[in-house]
């Protein structure tokens, strides 16, 4: 597969502005697959594949079916985690956390061409971030969150507003968010917001999915 950003660029434009997180946890109560598609027709265009449990082979089988159809819808596909992975299926980038490989050695396993995010919780991770070359950043959680068990304190609209201003790179709000909360997390300097439980969660998927996408419009 040709990656979708080379050499690195982090999509921008209004429908890159929402960021959707199919994780594996779900795998059992839904087709990500069939999520995939239905965020592919509400005009999402930046999705992350996030495998915390399940097996190498299992991930890697996985995530190469969601890279195929997201290279077939023209999605930037993110592998969560793991840059071995993200190597094996021919992802558009890789998202760390605070306890995943160093960005500079990441950056060394990936390559040159490849996006990589970060996940930040306070105004020295997001310096060091962007000091060691981050293509974005992952910043929250903005508000309290089901989806992990044991996540970082919260920081609100206004932990968000206070880093605004010490980097220059693309933040993609996470954590607990919902539709109608967009518009102040825009106001506070949120390039974007990532979502996993609001849409896997969701009764009327493509409904929600709308709801979201009708937030940057």
Known sequence: ??????????????????????????????????????????????????????????????????????????????????????????ADGVHLG???????LARTVVGQNMLIGVSTHNSEQVRLATAEGADYLGFGPIFSTRTKANHEPVVGIQGLAGVRSLTTLPIIAIGGIVPGSVPALRRAGANGVAVASAILDAVDRPRMLAQFMAQFQ
């Not at 994780?23 to 239905?38: E, F, G, I, K, T």
């Not at 605070?98 to 500079?104: E, I, R």
């Open 1 to 90: 597969m040709t990656a979708v950003n080379s050499p690195r660029m982090f999509p921008t434009g209004i429908f890159f502005r929402f960021y959707l997180i199919v994780d594996n946890s779900w795998a059992s109560r839904c087709s990500l697959l069939q999520v995939l598609h239905q965020a592919s027709e509400a005009g999402v265009k930046l999705v992350q594949y996030r495998n915390k449990s399940g097996s190498m082979k299992q991930a890697y089988e996985a995530a190469l079916a969601l890279r195929r159809v997201a290279a077939e819808k023209d999605m930037t596909f993110i592998v969560n985690d793991r840059c071995d992975l993200a190597v094996a299926v021919e």
């Open 98 to 104: 605070q306890g995943d490989l160093p960005l500079p």
